[in-house]
């Protein structure tokens, strides 16, 4: 990590002022860059020279984003994406082989489940799962051709938490890259490097923009391996607009205390939640009862910003809830200033049957909040009259 602070570095790590002493850096919307002349132009081309030349590759606003990931993240580099879909296929296509196979949690998101059961198969890459409290079994389902281990923590929506620590252990062990998907916890509050992890991915739409305005990813980690991912992603076009890159870049000046908050709520509806009697369980990372509490506390700053609960009466009164719901928002997005409650049996998750939702912890009664950052105690109200 670097010298300063997590914060100060969120701030202060900007790209160089230019002749016009700008306090906040500009927006770079440029698609190319010119040279000075055919040798220079030469040697850029042929990466002797380091330097921009066509915003598909490289951007100034989007290596601004890139490198403070990189920093807040302890990773050496990175390439930054359109979307977090983008950098979790854009990953996997850069590193795989027609007939690799791919050991992964079944608790991840939905497009990515999607990608390792319908995309890659075309490419005869499979995917092995491991149910989130069956960590132990992940050594029996490596093959001579495993390449990757792959997880979430938390996952989506269960708010299940993975000892990053094992995962690290176990890919060691088997000479296996280790990817985590660390967009619940944000660099803030988790750095799976530390604990063994070679490359880790954001949805940079959720809690790092945080206000639900612009789609972005991005890949960090080991150099090697992030070289085949930007050669891969340089040519086949993913890449983040420096728009939403100077958007992102300035969401992470405020990450800190924006998560703070977030969080500081999360337990205090987390709380409520709990002592409420038309709830049977809640499940936030850092309540005592949360079944791996004490993996969260090893590897997390603070619980996030994600609260699941289970109504009483399943189904039907998880559809009345969210049609009670007055103030805070029925919608897909998560890590938004808003509060946002989702129902997944009868909306995100109605398509799977009971069997695979139980598989990925989703009972008929779950609710998830992305509990946002308005006063709690609206929050709480709002929650309160909906469950009666
Ligand atoms: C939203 C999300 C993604 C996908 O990100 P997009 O920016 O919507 O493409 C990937 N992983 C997790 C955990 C997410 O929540």
Not at 279 to 285: A, D, F, G, I, S
């Amino acid at each position: 990590m670097s010298q300063n602070h997590f914060e100060t570095e969120a701030i202060r790590q900007q790209l160089e002022r230019t002749q016009y002493q700008e306090h906040s850096v500009p927006l770079y919307l440029t698609s190319s860059f010119v040279f000075e002349d055919a040798e220079d132009m030469r040697a850029s081309f042929s990466e002797e020279k380091q330097r921009n030349l066509y915003s598909r590759f490289t951007n100034p606003n989007t290596s601004e984003f890139v490198e403070k990931i990189c920093t807040l993240e302890g990773a050496e580099a990175g390439y930054a994406y359109a979307t977090g879909m983008s950098a979790v296929f854009s990953t996997f296509a850069a590193l795989l082989n027609a007939g690799d196979h791919i050991v992964s949690c079944r608790s991840v998101f939905g497009s990515t489940h999607t990608l390792f059961t319908k995309f890659l198969p075309k490419w005869n890459i499979e995917t092995s799962y491991f149910k989130v409290n069956e960590i132990e079994k992940i050594e029996s389902l490596i093959q001579p051709n495993t390449k990757i281990i792959y997880a979430e923590t938390p996952t989506n929506p269960a708010v299940d938490i993975l000892d990053l620590e094992v995962l690290g252990q176990i890919a060691k062990k088997h000479n296996l890259l280790l990817i985590i998907d660390n967009c619940f916890a944000t660099p803030y509050l988790q750095n799976p490097i530390q604990f063994g992890a070679d490359l880790v991915i954001h949805s940079a739409t959720k809690l790092i923009d945080g206000q639900g305005r612009v789609l972005g990813g991005v890949t960090v980690g080991k150099a090697n391996l992030v070289r085949e991912i930007y050669l891969f992603s340089r040519n086949t076009g993913p890449a983040l607009s420096p728009f939403n890159a100077w958007v992102l870049s300035k969401s992470l000046e405020t990450l800190s205390v924006r998560v703070d908050r977030h969080c500081e709520n999360a337990l205090k509806v987390a709380t409520f939640l709990e002592q409420h009697s038309n709830v049977e369980l809640v499940k936030y990372p850092f309540l005592k009862s949360h079944p791996q509490y004490h993996i969260a506390k090893k590897q997390m700053k603070k619980g996030g910003n994600i609260v699941a609960f289970q109504i009483k009466g399943g189904l039907e009164h998880g559809k009345t809830f969210l049609n009670k719901i007055n103030m805070c928002s029925l919608s897909a997005n998560l890590g938004d200033t808003r509060t946002i409650v989702t129902h997944p049996a009868s909306t995100t998750h109605s398509k799977l049957s009971v069997e695979d939702r139980a598989e990925v912890g989703i009972t008929d009664g779950l609710v998830r909040i992305s509990v946002g950052l308005e006063n709690v105690e609206d929050i709480i109200k709002d929650l309160e009259q909906a469950l009666v």
